[in-house]
C-alpha cells in the first residue's frame, strides 16, 4: 500500500555530485513531511535534511550544511537530496522516510521507510 523508492545512488568521486530522488505512493503525499537519512558501517543511523510537508521550511544535518539540498516536488509525489562537494565521509545508505504533518530529528517518529540506496564517495 505505502510505497517509498529510492533511485539516484551509486559511485561518485570527492568533490562530485548525485541526486537522490524517493517517489512515494499510497499517501497523500502533501500531508507529510519527508526527510532523508543515512548509516554508514558501524554508525548509528543519522538524520541528514528534513523538508515540510508543502516545502514550508526544510532543516539539516550542520554535516551536510552548505553542501546538499533537500526539495520536493508535491505534483509527482517525489522527495529529492541534491549532494554537491561530496566527501568519502558521506558514503552511506541513505533512506527517505515520511512524518504525518510535522517533523522532527529523531527517526522514531517517522511513519514510512523507504529500502534505501547505496552512496560511495571515493578518494
Known amino acids: 500500500q505505502v510505497q517509498l523508492v529510492e533511485s539516484g545512488g551509486g559511485l561518485a568521486q570527492t568533490g562530485g555530485s548525485l541526486r537522490l530522488s524517493c517517489a512515494a505512493s499510497?499517501?497523500?503525499?502533501?500531508?507529510?513531511?519527508m526527510g532523508w537519512f543515512r548509516q554508514a558501517p558501524g554508525t548509528e543511523r543519522e538524520f541528514v535534511a528534513a523538508i515540510g510537508s508543502r516545502a514550508d521550511n526544510t532543516n539539516y544535518a550542520d554535516s551536510v550544511k552548505g553542501r546538499f539540498t533537500i526539495s520536493r516536488d508535491n505534483a509527482k509525489n517525489t522527495v529529492y537530496l541534491q549532494m554537491n562537494s561530496l566527501k568519502p565521509e558521506d558514503t552511506a545508505v541513505y533512506s527517505c522516510?515520511?512524518?504525518?504533518?510535522?517533523?522532527?530529528?529523531?527517526?522514531?517518529?517517522?511513519?514510512?521507510w523507504g529500502q534505501g540506496t547505496q552512496v560511495t564517495v571515493s578518494s
Open positions: 499510497g499517501i497523500t503525499f502533501s500531508s507529510y513531511a
Open positions: 522516510a515520511a512524518e504525518y504533518l510535522v517533523y522532527t530529528n529523531s527517526a522514531s517518529s517517522w511513519n514510512y
